[in-house]
Nanobody
Framework: VQLQASGGGLVQAGDSLRLSCAAS????????MGWFRQAPGKEREFVAA????????YYAQSVKGRFTISRDNAKNTIYLLMNSLNPDDTAVYYC?????????????????WGQGTLVTVSS
């Protein structure tokens, strides 16, 4: 599967942003999907994930209550709505396909990484 992330940009603290990740190349609706992010000089970290049918979301503690992951299988797209952004959310955000359910919150549980989209939050 090929993944294309988009929607990043420069925003101010407190603003909202919605990221999109479009998938192509294979059946999408059976795949769990996830968002990760990587800030400069830091390891890639889990942000959110969603099951193939969209009924089961997962969130990192740092974004719980602020970010919402969703998907539209008819459009082969997943979304990440980010509210109340703060400078600590500044990072390149990546979407990926989950391959190991038991590793939903680990990068090792995913493949087919998209190219990433940069989110910069100014204070």
């Amino acid at each position: 599967v090929q993944l294309q992330a988009s929607g990043g940009g420069l925003v101010q603290a407190g603003d909202s942003l919605r990221l999109s990740c479009a998938a192509s190349g294979r059946t999408f609706s059976t795949d769990g999907m996830g968002w990760f992010r990587q800030a400069p000089g830091k390891e890639r970290e889990f942000v959110a994930a969603i099951s193939g049918n969209g009924r089961t979301p997962y969130y990192a503690q740092s974004v719980k209550g602020r970010f919402t992951i969703s998907r539209d299988n008819a459009k082969n797209t997943i979304y990440l709505l980010m509210n109340s952004l703060n400078p600590d959310d500044t990072a390149v955000y990546y979407c990926a396909r989950r391959t190991i359910v038991a590793e939903t919150m680990k990068a090792s549980g995913y493949d087919s990484w998209g190219q990433g989209t940069l989110v910069t939050v100014s204070s």
